[in-house]
């Protein structure tokens, strides 16, 4: 069996129009009432969820509704600050090309106005890795053994007898499987 790669698409950092180390920036996208959002999210590896802000273009339609959900949560920026969370499960998450998520539970806020983040609720899903590509200010962000990520994804979906992904839930079930 070969093991399954893909790459994140790289974007350049909505404010700056710049592609740098320091920031990689990448394409999502997802449907909310059978309408597809496309968003431009900064990957952070030292964010705990994925927080897609709700001033951004394609979500202002959808933010009453959103923002209805019963699904909450708090978390805190770098500098403390208390950001108000809404869960909300979206359709055709696309991560890259070949990853795309039917159904999972994305948290949204208005906190953050128009930004948007790739937190490690849903990076630490899969086998992920970044490589400094040489002679370029920038490097590439992977997904690898995607196909057994999403497998087992399936799996704890059919086992926990839910119909979408929570990224949360399922770090929940890792954290039970490494305590015993």
């Known amino acids: 069996m070969s093991a399954s790669r893909s790459e994140l698409e790289k974007a350049a950092n909505p404010a700056t129009k710049a ?20 968003i431009t999210t ?8 994925t927080v897609i802000g709700l001033e951004n273009k394609g979500l202002i339609r ?5 923002m209805k959900s019963s699904m909450r949560g708090i978390a805190y920026d770098a500098s403390g600050t208390e950001l108000k969370l809404y869960g909300y499960i979206v359709e055709n998450f696309r991560l890259t090309d070949e990853i795309t998520l039917d159904k ?28 400094k590509e040489k002679r370029q ?21 059919l086992n926990k007898d839910i119909d979408y992904i929570d990224p949360i839930l399922i770090a929940a079930i890792d954290d039970t499987r490494e305590n015993q």
């Open 137 to 157: 200010n920038y490097g590439t962000f992977w997904i690898n053994n995607y196909d057994e990520a999403l497998k087992d994804l399936q799996e704890r979906r």
């Open 62 to 66: 959808f933010k009453d509704k959103i």
């Open 42 to 49: 900064k990957i952070d590896t030292g964010a705990t969820y």
């Open 104 to 131: 999972i539970k994305l948290f949204f806020s208005e906190d953050i106005g128009n930004k948007a983040l790739l937190g490690m609720d849903i990076l630490s899903l899969f086998d992920f890795q970044y490589i």
């Open 19 to 38: 592609f740098n180390r320091e920031s990689y920036f990448t394409k999502t996208s997802f449907d909310i009432n059978n309408k597809t959002v496309k």
